[in-house]
């Protein structure tokens, strides 16, 4: 059985930084790409970012791009996200999800989430 | 980048009813398109994949159709789980999604 986990969310003061995880499990962690995906209070989702299954190519959404860092550890099969100069719009709960990236891909999978908040 | 426009935004239904949501990308992106369903505080679900592909295990109510800029997600009878929002997807380029539909108890 595929499993997501994310962790790492919490509250964080505008400008600050914040790493999420997300430990994967049920499947060939470095077959597949993986993705962050988030959903601001009440609104819609928003494509965040992404990495290959080797790890060699990253994609970012032009809100995050340079602020955001994605990467994965395939000897932990873990995915992570870091977040630094943390803006209020920031504000979401970050899902972790399986596949997402490629020409013709889709997400099969997705965590439970992880609620982060960015306010003084 | 690709804009996902949904309609309509919300809409409310009886069960029992066939249900209409279409979704129009800014440009044409194939059959590139996913539809997932989402219910409220809970991680959305992959419904249908490549415009017309069911995932496995998604009931058989639910066809996706389309093709180019203008696809459709139909409920052929709208059952009580099916009240919750949906989402289209593009998985042409760097991926965006529409900004949903609620569907809502008549």
């Known amino acids: 059985e595929v499993q997501l986990l994310e962790s790492g969310g919490g509250l964080v003061q505008p400008g600050g930084s914040l790493r999420l995880s997300c430990a994967a499990s049920g499947f060939t962690f470095t077959t597949y790409a993986m993705s962050w995906v988030r959903q601001a209070p009440g609104k819609g989702l928003e494509w965040v970012s992404a990495i290959s299954g080797s790890g060699g190519s990253t994609f970012y959404a032009d809100s995050v791009k340079g602020r955001f860092t994605i990467s994965r550890d395939s000897s932990k099969n873990t995915l992570y996200l870091q977040m630094n100069s943390l803006r209020a719009e920031d504000t979401a709960v970050y899902y972790c999800?399986?596949?997402?990236?490629?020409?013709?891909?889709?997400?099969?999978?997705w965590g439970q989430g992880t609620l982060v908040t960015v306010s003084s | 980048d690709i804009q996902m426009t949904q309609s309509p935004s919300s809409l409310s239904a009886s069960v029992g009813d066939r249900v209409t949501i279409t979704c129009r990308a800014s440009q044409s992106i194939s059959s590139y398109l996913n539809w997932y369903e989402q219910k409220a505080g809970k991680a959305p679900k992959l419904l249908i994949y490549?415009?017309?592909t069911l995932q496995s295990g998604v009931p058989s109510r639910f066809r996706g159709s389309g093709s180019g800029t203008d696809f459709t997600l139909t409920i052929s009878s709208l059952q009580p789980e099916d009240f919750a929002t949906y989402y289209c997807q593009q998985s042409y380029s760097t991926p965006s999604f529409g900004g949903g539909t609620k569907v809502e108890i008549k």
């Open positions: 490549a415009a017309s």
């Open positions: 999800a399986k596949g997402g990236v490629y020409s013709g891909s889709y997400i099969d999978y």
